[in-house]
């Protein structure tokens, strides 16, 4: 399979921000994207990368290099309900879709 | 909105039964998938399909089987249940294009006894 790799887990102050970086194999890459998932919920889609450069989606943002096979997302003014796993995945030509094992974010007052 | 429904919430079952999970999409989606769940593995990709009774393996097939008779449908087949099988499990769909994202259904939890 593709190896997907992010940190296991991150702690972060309320408004502060926090970057949760991911790398990716290349071969075959056709597109990332980020999900938040709530403890005991399914995945939501954030947002989608495919070209280089950031994409920003109010206080969310993800950006990629394809020639690095990186993309981080960053949380701008974090907020208690921000604690969720973020889930990396890249899609490939054969259109299916892998993920990485998840970041756990913790917000702390 | 995309409504991705699974059957169940909770199941168990026994060592040695057969088990269907079955996933229904409503948005005419070509793409559907199953994943597993696993505290500090993540999300792994068990089977896919990219049409009616077209399947691809995923990282983890093993013990598993997929049935896709109609587009809405996508069936995951436990042929003789495990304990080692005991999961989350997801199913997703997908549209076509390289931009669209999956959109899960809310989850078994499968307890094999």
């Known amino acids: 399979g593709q190896n997907i790799d992010q940190p296991t887990e991150m702690t972060a102050t309320e408004g502060a921000i926090v970057q949760i970086n991911c790398t990716y194999q290349t071969s075959g890459f056709n597109g990332l994207f980020w999900y938040q998932q709530h403890a005991g919920e399914a995945p939501t889609f954030l947002s989608y990368?495919?070209?280089?450069g950031l994409e920003e989606k109010g206080r969310f943002s993800s950006f990629l290099s394809r020639s690095k096979g990186y993309s981080y997302l960053l949380l701008k003014e974090l907020q208690m309900k921000d604690s969720a796993s973020y889930l990396c995945?890249?899609?490939?030509?054969?259109?299916?879709?892998?993920f990485g094992a998840g970041t756990r974010l913790t917000v702390k007052p | 909105d995309v409504k991705v429904t699974q059957s169940s919430r909770y199941l168990v079952k026994r060592t040695g039964e057969k088990v269907f999970l079955e996933c229904v999409q409503d948005?005419?989606?070509?793409?559907m998938f199953w994943y597993r769940q696993d505290p500090g593995l993540g999300l792994r990709l068990i089977y896919f399909s990219y049409d009616v009774k077209m399947k691809e393996k995923g990282d983890i097939p093993e013990g598993y089987s997929v049935s896709r008779e109609k587009k809405e449908r996508f069936s995951l087949i436990l042929e003789s249940a495990s304990t080692n099988q005991t999961s989350m499990y997801l199913c997703a769909s997908r549209g076509l294009g390289s931009n669209s994202p999956l959109h899960f259904g809310n989850g078994t939890r499968l307890t094999v006894t």
């Open positions: 948005m005419d989606h070509e793409n």
């Open positions: 995945a890249s899609s490939y030509n054969n259109n299916d879709m892998r």
């Open positions: 990368n495919v070209l280089d």
